[in-house]
């Protein structure tokens, strides 16, 4: 469960961690229409200085004719993933947009922004002008718990979304996931958060993922400064989600 969230006026402040626990952060624009692969490509071409490494993407279905039982593949472009030198930035050039990611370390808001800003730029000049239909901001966390005595632990110490479920047996609990959907208290506003248990990547500790996406789908700005100033207030959403999801115990960790 989350916390409740009836009678909620406003966000929480957000402190700095100095462990945060982000594994990925991702910035989302889509457009109304799809861009042509040309179109894509040239995007590809102009980030080539900041991204240099690129691979087509494609997506692949399998058709079966029952009468015959003749079985078919075809595969078509999905676009394209760029990533810089070291691996740590990522773009994905797709029919229907942009998303901007930062793999860790995360260099904080400011400059997962700024490279935002820089390919959805570029975007803009190589495809034709398409309004914004959708914006995003998601942050995927590791929480790493160490073991001490107990081969797992109490999810409700750690965060207050987790699964509720009947005790059937005397074992602990080796995996679950959960997901909930809901508009935000902010206008136009609505988040997902997901949660489940993942390899931990030390010995002697439980991990769990928690992951926040935090989007819009009307009144989308169309002004260049407003559009970011709305996504400036995804993060603050996101930042809020994060801080009503952990406990003290959680915040002894990343502190």
């Known amino acids: 469960m989350i916390a409740q969230e009836v009678g909620l006026t406003e966000l929480l402040p957000s402190p700095h961690y100095a462990r945060a626990p982000i594994t990925e952060a991702v910035i989302e624009l889509r457009v109304a229409n799809p861009a042509t692969v040309k179109q894509q490509e040239k995007v590809v071409k102009r980030l080539k200085k900041l991204y240099p490494r690129s691979e087509?993407?494609?997506?692949?279905?399998?058709?079966?004719?029952?009468t015959g039982g003749t079985l078919s593949v075809s595969q078509s472009p999905q676009g394209f993933r760029l990533t810089n030198d070291d691996q740590t930035g990522v773009v994905l050039i797709q029919p229907n947009g942009v998303?901007?990611?930062?793999?860790?370390?995360?260099?904080?808001?400011?400059?997962?922004?700024?490279?935002?800003?820089?390919?959805?730029?570029?975007?803009?000049?190589?495809?034709?002008?398409?309004?914004?239909?959708?914006?995003?901001?998601?942050?995927?966390?590791?929480?790493?718990?160490p073991l001490d005595e107990s081969p797992t632990i109490d999810l409700k110490d750690y965060l207050q979304f987790y699964p509720q479920n009947p005790c059937l047996s005397g074992g602990y609990m080796i995996g679950h996931i959960i997901q909930v959907t809901r508009p935000t208290i902010m206008p136009h506003w609505t988040y997902s958060i997901t949660s489940t248990i993942k390899p931990p990547p030390l010995l002697k500790h439980f991990s769990v993922l928690l992951d926040i996406d935090v989007f819009r789908k009307n009144d989308i700005p169309s002004k260049e400064e407003q559009l970011w100033n709305v996504i400036d207030e995804a993060r603050n959403i996101k930042n809020d989600i994060f801080q009503r999801c952990i406990t003290d115990k959680t915040r002894e960790l990343i502190s």
């Open 56 to 66: 087509a993407m494609q997506a692949f279905s399998v058709n079966v004719d029952t």
């Open 99 to 145: 998303t901007t990611s930062r793999l860790p370390p995360y260099p904080g808001w400011e400059a997962l922004r700024e490279s935002a800003q820089i390919v959805w730029d570029h975007w803009k000049r190589s495809t034709p002008r398409q309004p914004v239909n959708r914006i995003g901001v998601r942050y995927v966390n590791r929480i790493d718990v």
